[in-house]
């Protein structure tokens, strides 16, 4: 079973800026799609960026435009770099892999990892 494990969050102040990063436990793992979820205190799951297999990439939402996935097939790390930060993006960023499906929809999904926390201050 392939496990993602992601890292790199942490307290950052309104303004700031972060990367994350979401390694894959197999080197053989070439998911079709890799992306970013967030959930905030209260809130659904929701859909930060994805990218597929051959670099295309997808963001919704409002980190759209602050944020930017890319990947590292070397290390089997995909990336989420975040700038601009605000007090309204404190959530669990998951990370997740997927074969196929709808790219936001999170039942395409079947790999995730354990989430990691990133806290903006005001």
């Known amino acids: 079973q392939v496990q993602l494990v992601e890292s790199g969050g942490g307290l950052v102040p309104a303004g700031g800026s972060l990367r994350l990063s979401c390694a894959a436990s197999e080197r053989s793992f070439r998911p079709t799609f890799m992306a970013w979820f967030r959930q905030g205190p209260g809130k659904d799951r929701e859909f930060v960026a994805a990218?597929?297999?051959?670099?295309?990439?997808w963001y919704e939402g409002p980190t759209k435009g602050r944020a930017t996935i890319a990947r590292d097939n070397a290390k089997n790390t995909v990336y989420l770099n975040m700038y601009r930060l605000k007090p309204e993006d404190t959530a669990v960023y998951f990370c997740a892999a997927s074969e196929s499906g709808y790219i936001s929809d999170r039942g395409s999904y079947k790999f995730w990892g354990q989430g990691t926390q990133v806290t903006v201050s005001a």
């Open positions: 990218i597929s297999r051959t670099d295309g990439t």
